[in-house]
Each structure stands twice: as structure tokens, then as C-alpha cells.
């Protein structure tokens, strides 16, 4: 059984336009590269992202359960 979480870059409000798409085996392993990404893509400090930022970009992270 593995767990698989992901996360759409344009799922968020104002990214629409972004390719951006991560998979990552942990939620912990998906934050450091969604951060790593809005570094990289967008300019951002994901250490300054307010508490209410966090919680609806939580909101859009997904997970999937595959057999095997
Ligand atoms: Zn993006």
C-alpha cells in the first residue's frame, strides 16, 4: 500500500497559468518541493507565506492510495 501525495500549482488562486505538478510519497517530501517550487517559479519565500496560505494550499493537496 503506498500512499502518494500531490499537489497542482495552478489549483490555486492567481496560479492558473502554472504547469507545475509534484508527487511526492510524503507530505512533508510534497511541502519542501511545492516551497522549493515557488521559490524557483514564482519569486516567493515560502517562509513568509501567512497561516491562511498554508491552510488553503493544504486544502488543495491530494492523496492516493494505490495496492501493491
Ligand atoms: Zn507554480
Redesign the pocket.
Known sequence: MTTTYSYA??E?PG?EA???RFYAETEDELWKLIEL??AV??GEDAATWPAEDRAQLKALIKTERAEN
Request: glycine letters at 10%; charged letters at 10%.
Open positions: 500549482c495552478k490555486f496560479m502554472c504547469p507545475g517550487h515557488a517559479a514564482h
